[in-house]
């Protein structure tokens, strides 16, 4: 028979996501994963530790532009790909490739070349769903890079943001199994697992090399050991109590089914939080999973009159941030 019998005791492919400040050591991660590694170098800077990989690490064009160039990129992964050995996609960081096409949206919002000023930014929305297509197909490993970056909110508070917007991040999180934040303690550095697909999340694992040696098997063992299939489909289904961020709550509610698409999904987590006007994270996460789990009911109790309830191409209600 020429197809592959399952291995149903093997973990999860390791589709995650890996969030930090600058310089705090994401590229270093990611020479650590399993090679061969493929590199989008879209930062320019993955040669600074390619020494610290254990296998071959390959880039995905001579041309640096190509390396931020999404419809570039799909077409040198499906020219190269098969065959290739590649274990490891690594792309760093989506933040160097999605921010020119949200400063073009805006430049020509405010030049008024778009009418509907929505609408401008669907490029963006079209190139990440073809980067995530295109690199995911080939069913090895990933490492999504993006960044933190501090500032100032209007009451000049300090705040922390990510280079992402909470809509692309719930899009990407289709592709994902684990979200991982670098955290800091003075001098030390660790790796935070803020959500796991399947598996255990929350806890934080200190790097004790310096360098990140054995941080992603550390992360599997952390994650996954002791899990049954069993638990695991259990962790798979169930309703979070609690989430790190409201770009997981948002991305949580999204992948319920419970909205048309991502904006919907944080329009509609933005509107309870304002209603509710919580005084707690943990009341916002109390309604906010209230709020989901009200409109599944309704979604089911419409199925049950109109088998046909909800069946529209997302594409037609697609909102674009």
């Known amino acids: 028979m020429a197809f592959k019998k399952i291995d149903t005791t093997a973990r999860p492919p390791r589709q995650w996501a890996l969030v930090g400040h600058p310089g705090t050591g994401k590229s270093t991660l990611a020479a650590r994963m399993e090679g061969p590694i493929l590199a989008i170098d879209a930062d320019h ?24 160039d999404p419809a570039r990129i799909a077409q040198l992964l499906t020219a190269n790909m098969p065959g290739s050995g590649v274990r490891t996609v690594v792309i760093d960081s989506l933040t160097s ?20 000023r929505v609408a401008a930014f669907k490029s963006k929305a079209l190139a990440l769903r073809l980067l995530q297509d295109a690199v995911t197909r080939w069913g090895c490993n990933t490492l999504w890079i993006y960044h933190l970056r501090a500032g ?19 899009r990407l999180r289709r592709s994902l199994n684990m979200q991982l934040r670098i955290v800091t ?101 109390d309604c906010w999973v209230d709020n989901v789990t009200a409109r599944q009911q309704l979604d089911l109790d419409l199925r049950e009159i109109d088998p046909e309830w909800g069946d529209i191409p997302q594409e037609m209600g697609q909102g674009y941030e």
């Open 152 to 170: 100032l909110d209007q009451n000049a508070r300090q705040v922390e943001n990510t280079s992402i917007s909470t809509v692309e991040l719930t």
């Open 45 to 68: 800077r993955f040669n600074e530790v390619v020494r610290l990989a254990q296998g071959e690490v390959y880039e995905i064009s001579a041309n640096p532009a190509d390396h931020s």
């Open 185 to 285: 303690d003075g001098p030390k550095r660790g790796i935070k697992v803020e959500w796991a697909r399947r598996g255990r999340d929350g806890m934080t694992l200190w790097d004790e090399t310096g360098c990140w040696r054995g941080m992603p098997e550390r992360i599997e063992v952390a994650v996954y050991d002791g899990l049954s299939q069993a638990d695991q489909d259990a962790i798979a289904k169930r309703t979070p109590k609690s989430f790190a961020s409201p770009d997981a709550a948002i991305a949580w509610g999204f992948e319920t089914g419970a909205f048309r698409d991502a904006v919907h999904a944080k329009n509609a987590y933005e509107k309870v939080k304002a209603e509710k006007q919580p005084k707690t994270a943990q009341q916002m996460w």
């Open 97 to 116: 490739i999605i921010a020119p096409l949200v400063t073009q949206a805006m430049l020509d919002n405010e030049a008024g070349m778009n009418k509907n």
